[in-house]
Structure formats: C-alpha cells, structure tokens
C-alpha cells in the first residue's frame, strides 16, 4: 500500500519534466505580468504559479508512493472540495457535516472494491433520504437533501474514480501523472490563448471571459501535455491514449469548468473559496479534474 516515491521509475523523469514545466511557467510569468510583480501580492499569475508550485510535488509523491498514500490525498482534497461547495450553496452545519463525513467513504471504499464503489452511490441515496425525516424539519429540507446529494456525487463520488485508476487500471500511476499533465496544461493553453488571442465568448452567461480561442488553447495544452509524459503510459495503450485521450481531457477539463461555473452563478460568487492563491478556492482549481477522472475512467477500461 506504501512504496518509495523516490524509488520509482518514473520518478527522475517525472521530477525534471515538472521542474522544467515550473521553470518555464515563471519565465513566462516574469515576461507578461512584469508590471505585477512588485509587490508579488498584485500578481495573480505569480500566485498561480506558487500554487503550481507547491501542488506539484504533493501530487507526484502522492502518486509515486502507492495507492494509500494516493487515497489519502485524494480523501483531503474531497474534505476540502466539499467543505467549499456546502459553503457555496448554504447546507446548513448538519447537511454539511454529513456530507463530510460520507464524503470520506468514496475513495478507500474505491481503493478496496471496484464493485463496491458502484454499489455505494445507491446505499449513500437512500440512505440520505433519512436525514430530513431524522432531523425532523421539513423546511427547505429537500433541497438541501439535493444539494447534498449533488455535491456528494459532483465532488466525491467523480473525484475517487483516480483512485479507481490509480489501483484498478494495469499502469494506473503512470496514467495519473500523465493525466494530471495533460489537465494542467490544457487549463493553462486555455488561459494563454484566451489571454493572447481571445475575441469570440464561448459563454457569456455562464462565464463570460472563457473564448472559443481558449478552447483551441485548451486542447492543444492537453496534447502537449499527452507528448511530454507520453513515457509513463503503458505501451500497450500508448496509440489510444495519445489519439483520443487529449480530446477527452480538453472536453471534460472544458465540461467541469462550465458546470462550477454555473453552480457559482447560481449563488452568485466569483470564487467557490479562497483557499489557493491565485485560484480561489481548491474547487475552482479541481473543477476540471473532477469531470476527466470518470470519463478518463471508463475508457481506460475499454482499451486496456
């Protein structure tokens, strides 16, 4: 369950590519955001890249380190992801603290037994519909229930199929740093296309600074993405991966922005936290990850 990050194959390449990938993005930051940088406070691009900065390591020891230590990560991240969204949509303390608490459940129940994870969404929903009749309120009630039960499943229940990954699919470590690459990096084309070429909105009700040229940004960061840690997929896969994998990270990275971006218009708040320098909330920075995982999921499973 525990191994040795730094005994891994993957982990020398893995560490110069991210430290490459680090170097390169402060360079940037230091070329179109010069106006900004002093103080470093008025500069979000230097916030971004500090966040960058301190999630690359955690994510790739956590991977290189086995499944417990991927489980554990993924569990903190779900804590803190639904922490924000019970926050953001107004659960009241005991929605909220239920919602924690199954929340947990998700990723060691998807470590442990892939047919058990399937079978959890179903037991949590009927179990859920307890909690109005034993709290004994019927004001608002449902649609906290359904708030809850959204968010379960939104943040929790999608998040764990990378643990579902990670354990269940032959090379599965390999395939979520290559994962993890291909979803920063087609969020970061996104924002540098929109940023230099931007013209055409893609949405403006839902979130009017996203353009159809940042679309094009976005794909192209995640084949990049593809190329560069093209090495930690299994040979076997390498073909599909790399054909149709960018194209599915681009879409879902594209779908899970779009979907917290109407939640957060829904209550009417720019960010879902401020908890990540640069980005907001954690879950403004998962946002796309949390639609990827799942559908990089079941793929996987149909050409491995």
């Not at 779900?78 to 929340?103: F, N, P």
Request: charged share 10%; glycine share 10%; proline share 6%.
């Amino acid at each position: 369950m525990f191994s040795n990050p730094l005994a891994h194959p993957f982990f020398a390449p893995t560490a110069y590519r991210f430290a490459a990938l680090l170097a390169v993005g402060l360079v940037m930051v230091l070329v179109l955001d010069r106006r900004n940088l002093w103080p470093p406070t008025d500069s979000v691009m230097l916030k971004k890249w500090f966040s960058w900065a301190l999630i690359t390591p955690v994510f790739g020891f956590a991977v290189l380190g086995g499944p417990a230590p991927m489980t554990l990560l993924v569990m903190a991240i779900t804590t803190q992801g639904l922490w924000e969204y019970g926050r953001l949509v107004g659960l009241s303390r005991i929605y909220l603290g239920v919602l924690l608490l199954m929340g947990l459940l998700a990723a060691p129940v998807a470590l442990s037994s892939r047919d058990g994870f399937y079978l959890l969404a179903p037991l949590l929903l009927i179990f859920a519909t307890l909690q109005p009749l034993l709290y004994g309120t019927v004001q608002a009630a449902v649609r906290e229930l359904a708030f809850a039960v959204l968010g379960w499943g939104y943040v929790s229940w999608l998040l764990a199929h990378i643990v579902l990954i990670h354990h269940h699919i032959p090379g599965g470590d390999g395939i979520i740093l290559a994962l993890a690459v291909c979803v920063a990096l087609s969020d970061v084309g996104a924002f540098a296309f929109g940023k230099a070429f931007g013209r055409r909105p893609l949405s403006v009700r839902l979130s009017p600074n996203k353009t159809i040229e940042g679309v094009v940004g976005n794909f192209f960061g995640a084949f990049a993405g593809a190329a560069i840690m093209a090495f930690t997929v299994p040979g076997g896969i390498l073909g599909p991966f790399f054909l149709v994998m960018p194209v599915l990270i681009g879409v879902g990275a594209l779908w899970g922005d779009l979907v917290e971006s109407a939640i957060k218009r829904e209550f009417q708040v720019k960010d879902a936290g401020h908890w990540l320098p640069g980005f907001g909330g954690l879950l403004d920075r998962i946002d796309s990850l949390i639609i990827v995982a799942p559908l990089s999921y079941y793929y996987l499973r149909l050409v491995s």
